[in-house]
């Protein structure tokens, strides 16, 4: 996962007295950094963009919600608006696999309890980096009652340029260049023409091919 490498970063930058905001603009153009130092709330899905019905609702009607909202998944909340669990495309498959009628059985009894979620003031690439360890495509953005405020989706992130920048993952381009400040890491094989001995010397790596050993 390209995403391990940001998050640590700002939290060590903090620690050195030196912020997030920082790294932004200290980034040759501040584009990156900028676009890293998005929140989930500022491109997140929210109001009626955000499915949800409550636990007694059945399946098939469950179902439309989900369709007409388009993410493969509604929440399901209970009369104060707080998230019970979520619905997924894939429990549906599962539900079919054991031959539950979705024309009488209750969504209540079906739904993902254990589902990830994130709030509104995560950084976007936080959410991105879960998304892509979780291996699922959303995530409900949740309020500081549990209360679903929207949902963010993996092209949503895409779209905003929260992803790490590389090409030939390879290890032949060099564009996923970076510096490990702190903690072990494993390289495998690239181009010393892309990363001189000089550059790896002083802590320099290949995201694309680097996969990290510690926190």
Known sequence: STGVYWIPLFELLEARGFSAEDFAFSHPGGALGRKLLLRVNDIMHQGREVPRVPPETIIREAL???TAKGFGMTTVTDPGGRLLGIFTDGDLRRALDRGIDIQHECIGDFM???C?????????AEALHLIEESKITSLVVLDDERRPTGVIHLHDLLRAGIAFPYQCRNGGCGQCKCTVL???VEMGPYQ???LPDEERAAGKVLACITTPLTD
């Open 64 to 66: 439309l919600e989900m």
């Open 112 to 114: 993902t309890t254990r």
């Open 116 to 124: 990830k979620t994130v709030t509104g003031e995560a950084l976007a």
């Open 182 to 184: 702190y903690g072990e």
């Open 192 to 194: 010393k023409s892309v």
